[in-house]
């Protein structure tokens, strides 16, 4: 029902910044829950930021008040606001979406975009 493209992860210096951004495919269903997922090499994967469709946002606590999650329910596109970058940042970064019905629900994932923080 949904794809899933992300872009603009990349390389940046430890304190940089970068923006990722998520854009779903057309559906006729209307997403609910957006969010972002990373894992790195060994670890498991986590959530790092999600957002409703009403804009209500959560945060994992090592990334509160650095990042920002947002969304353009008309684009259908969700996006990742990331200051102040670590280098425990560093991992493959997953855009997710859920579809939830009154008889179905499937979460819908990108390729992954990977964002590395040098020191």
């Known amino acids: 029902q949904v794809q899933l493209v992300e872009s603009g992860g990349g390389l940046v210096q430890a304190g940089g910044s970068l923006e990722l951004s998520c854009a779903a495919s057309?559906?006729?269903?209307?997403?609910?829950?957006m969010g972002w997922y990373r894992q790195a090499p060994g670890k498991q994967r986590e959530l790092v930021a999600s957002?409703?469709?009403?804009?209500?946002?959560n945060y994992l606590d090592s990334v509160k008040g650095r990042f920002t999650i947002s969304r353009d329910n008309t684009k259908n596109m969700v996006y990742l606001q990331m200051n102040s970058l670590k280098p425990e940042d560093t991992a493959v970064y997953f855009c997710?979406?859920?579809?939830?019905?009154?008889?179905?629900?499937?979460?819908?994932w990108g390729q992954g975009t990977q964002v590395t923080v040098s020191s």
């Open positions: 057309r559906t006729m269903y209307s997403i609910n829950d």
């Open positions: 957002i409703t469709r009403g804009a209500r946002t």
């Open positions: 997710n979406a859920r579809i939830v019905t009154s008889t179905w629900a499937n979460d819908y």
